[in-house]
Structure formats: C-alpha cells, structure tokens
C-alpha cells in the first residue's frame, strides 16, 4: 500500500526542522533536525523490507 506524505522543510534560529506529515489524514511527525528526518525514513524502509521479507516466507510455505 503506497502512502503519500506532506514534507515541511524549515530554518529557524534554532536551526533545521521539519514535519512529516501523512495526506490521507494521521498523525504529523516533528522532527528537530534533517538527521532525525533522515532516520525515521530509513527505519520506514527498513519495517517496509521487513514485512516484505515476512510474507514471502509466509506465502512460499507449502
């Protein structure tokens, strides 16, 4: 399933921040710096490979 986001990028005296946040309505997550942006991508990707890998043993099994 494809899930859309909003991505807000911005520069205040405190530095970089941003929000994520998802089209289809949920919950907006904050984040106080491109690195923490950065990493919470990675982990989506990484449970998306995970699940992924998780039905493909559950559907090759006879």
């Known amino acids: ?11 205040d005296s405190s530095g ?11 919950e907006t997550r904050r984040f106080a710096s491109l690195q923490e942006l950065v990493q919470y991508l990675e982990s989506l990707d990484r449970r998306k490979v995970e699940s992924a890998s998780k039905l493909s043993l559950a559907t090759a099994r006879p």
């Open 1 to 11: 399933m494809e899930e859309v986001f909003i991505l807000r990028i911005w520069h």
């Open 16 to 26: 970089v921040r941003a929000t994520l946040a998802p089209v289809q309505g949920g």
